[in-house]
């Protein structure tokens, strides 16, 4: 059996859907005669933690765990926060309000941490990657990003020891919209962008989620990816009945993702149709939202905080609509959020909303999954709303029938697809993969 190393941050227990990917392709591997090796953080600091994941890990993965020094640490310390506070992705974001102190602390993440906040991690992680190398007889490393900091140690590991190597990414690197969030001087900038080219050139092989990254990708350095979706795993499908008409969003609902659409949609709906519809947020909101929820507080709107991703697909069988506000961004038809692999897994109807809709639309119309609508279009959403509101009301639940329609976006399915690419760049002369 062949051995790849993979080197990535997210690992469990880190929650979120940073680690869901990696995980998914390291318990399917060794189906298609290859051996993960995993090369880790001790001790990550986690926007998000589920002990749950842990029991995912196939017992014969070997995993090596490797110090760093975390600056989110120092973070807590210099802007008097508790050393336990877990600091969302979205942290570092400049907001009003903010003390000097939180002014500075993000300047220095932005202009002096570059690619981001984990390069701590370079010195121990290509000193044990080296030795893992040798000793584990490795075939090929595979890097998945962000933070991108795991692609510059990819890089290293593979000029020092001449071993192929591919560069995989879930989200842009200089383009992606919270980097974009982050101001910098013209030379952080440039620096940012001369590490990004410089990976995208040196990787005998690029991969991303979706044909719109890769494109950012290619414009940089040439056209050398292989598209894998994230993918998901089928559930076990309980056909749950509810007391309402559930509808569930799950995740970081940004800045970028205002829900006003869907509360005005739903304050459109007959009284008795209103009276048993539900809204329910899983995760984290951005602060900046507080006033819309005040303004909509008579409809039934609950908040949960995060759940670990097996209770958060329990609790989706019993939902009606999965809302998935697509993001408000200069690329938003170039990008596929990982949600949407876990609300395709659920069989639900998903209510997309978004101005620039692309891949996601394509994906919804492929599988039978649900619609896009434009945030404008609030009678369209309460259109799509009433429908579905008659199918629940019928059963007490909803079910889609396509599942021979989402095997393209399973997870097996995309390993397979993952492998082939492996052996392609072991079997390449010239060491680069093209299509």
């Known amino acids: 059996m062949k051995k790849v190393l993979i080197i990535a941050y997210y690992w469990p227990p880190a929650g979120g859907p940073g680690v869901q990917r990696v995980l998914r392709f390291v318990n399917y591997l060794p189906q298609f005669g290859w051996q993960p090796v995993v090369l880790t953080v001790e001790k990550g600091d986690y926007p998000a ?12 993965c070997k995993v090596y765990k490797t110090p760093i020094l975390e600056p989110h640490r120092l973070y807590r310390k210099f802007t008097g926060k508790a050393r336990d506070e877990k600091l969302p992705t979205y942290v570092l974001t400049p907001k009003s309000g903010d003390s000097f102190k939180d002014r500075f602390a993000k ?40 933070p991108h900091t795991v692609q510059l140690i990819a890089k290293k590991l593979a000029r020092r020891s001449g071993k192929k ?43 991303t989620v979706s044909a719109g990254v890769a494109q950012m990708f290619a414009a940089k350095a040439g056209n050398r990816y292989r598209i894998i979706h994230n993918g998901f795993e089928p559930p076990e499908i309980q056909k749950n009945r509810s007391e309402t008409f559930r509808i569930m969003f799950s995740g970081h609902l940004s800045k970028h993702q205002p829900p006003e659409a869907l509360f005005r949609a ?77 609300y395709l897994a659920l069989r639900k109807p998903i209510l997309a909303v978004g101005d620039r809709p692309g891949i996601s639309e394509a994906i919804l119309q492929e599988t039978g999954s649900g619609k896009v609508l434009a ?35 399973t997870t097996r399915y995309n ?21």
């Open 415 to 435: 390993v397979e697809e993952l492998v082939r690419l492996f052996e392609d760049v072991l079997a390449s002369r010239e060491g680069s993969v093209k299509k």
């Open 107 to 146: 300047w220095l993440r932005r202009n002096v941490f570059i690619p981001d906040s984990r390069i701590g991690w370079i010195p121990g992680a290509v000193k044990a990657g080296g030795e893992i190398l040798q000793s584990e007889s490795i075939d090929l490393i595979f890097s998945s990003s962000p």
């Open 49 to 60: 933690i589920d002990e749950s994941l842990l029991g995912k890990i196939p017992p014969e």
């Open 266 to 342: 739903v304050d459109l709906l007959p009284e008795a149709l209103k009276a048993k519809t539900e809204i329910v947020f899983v995760g984290n909101v951005f602060e900046g939202f507080e006033e819309i929820f005040r303004r909509y507080r008579h409809l039934n709107v609950q908040r949960k905080p995060y759940l670990p991703h097996r209770e958060l697909m329990q609790y989706g069988q019993g939902v009606a609509v999965l809302f998935n506000p697509i993001v408000r961004i200069d690329y938003a038809e170039s990008i596929v959020g990982a949600k949407l692999y876990d």
């Open 375 to 409: 945030y404008e279009d609030i009678e369209g959403i309460a259109g799509f709303l009433r429908e579905q509101y008659r199918l629940w009301e019928r059963d007490g639940y909803i079910l889609l029938d396509n599942e021979a329609r989402l095997v393209p976006y």
């Open 165 to 207: 190597w591919i560069a995989d990414f879930r989200d842009p690197w200089t383009e992606a919209f919270w980097a974009k969030d982050l101001p910098k001087t013209a030379l952080s900038k440039r620096i940012d962008l001369s590490l990004e080219k410089s990976v995208l050139r040196a990787a005998d092989a690029v991969t």
